[in-house]
């Protein structure tokens, strides 16, 4: 069965610095995966996925991720975060059914 | 399109109880799956529902059972709770053999058991 392993359970970061979300997946000979985020008290929305194709992938609210197939890797990058990103960051696998990892909490700091 | 929508969405039961949350499916899907998203964990796999019959289930017990109706709306129903069922419960529906593999969610309906 597929799995994914994210690495960290909260990352702090300021207000308009970097940020990478770290998740990695265990191997098979193909794999769909993806990143949902979860605002407080909501549900989970997608942020993007990697069917194939390009391993540069973009999604909504200016996330991207890269696909690397070498390292077995799918971490989720924005180059400047803003305090409404606060949430929870889920990688996910897609086998017969999807997949979650543990989560990342994402705090911003002023 | 209309998205997924689920209820209720809070509720609270004792102990031994029993329990049926419902989901509506996005328009132009098929299957339905349901989660549960125990506080500060990721959502686990409960079962999925296609063509009204249960096609995969996750690590739960027989008192989870489920339902998926013609117009692919579905039941989840939980006998005999326990306080551990307490969580946020997550519908996603989705179409079987979609290339592009969406899954859409529910915002969820969170059960507290005393």
């Known amino acids: 069965a597929q799995s994914v392993t994210q690495l960290d359970s909260q990352v702090p970061v300021f207000e308009e610095a970097p940020v990478e979300l770290r998740c990695n997946y265990s191997s098979s000979v193909s794999v769909y995966l993806f990143w949902y985020v979860q605002y407080p008290n909501q549900g989970l929305q997608l942020l993007l996925k990697?069917?194939?194709?390009?391993?540069l992938v973009k999604g909504i609210n200016g996330f991207e991720a890269e696909f690397n197939k070498s390292q077995t890797s799918f971490h989720l990058r924005k180059p400047s975060v803003h305090i409404s990103d606060t949430a929870e960051y889920f990688c996910a696998v897609r086998d017969d059914k999807i997949i979650f990892g543990k989560g990342t909490r994402l705090h911003i700091l002023p | 399109e209309t998205g997924v929508t689920q209820s209720p969405t809070h509720l609270i039961k004792t102990r031994g109880q029993q329990v049926t949350l419902r989901c509506s499916s996005q328009s132009g899907h098929n299957t339905v799956s349901w989660y549960q998203q125990a506080l500060g964990q990721g959502p686990q796999f409960i079962f999925q529902y296609y063509r009204e019959e249960e096609n995969g289930r996750g690590n739960f017990p027989p008192r989870f059972s489920g339902l998926q109706f013609p117009n692919y709306s579905s039941e989840l129903n939980v006998n005999a709770l326990e306080l551990d069922d307490s969580a946020l419960y997550l519908c996603?529906?989705?179409?079987?053999?979609?290339?592009?593999?969406?899954?859409?969610f529910g915002s969820g309906t969170r059960l507290t058991v005393v």
């Open positions: 990697y069917l194939s194709g390009s391993t």
């Open positions: 996603a529906s989705s179409k079987l053999g979609q290339t592009n593999y969406g899954y859409t």
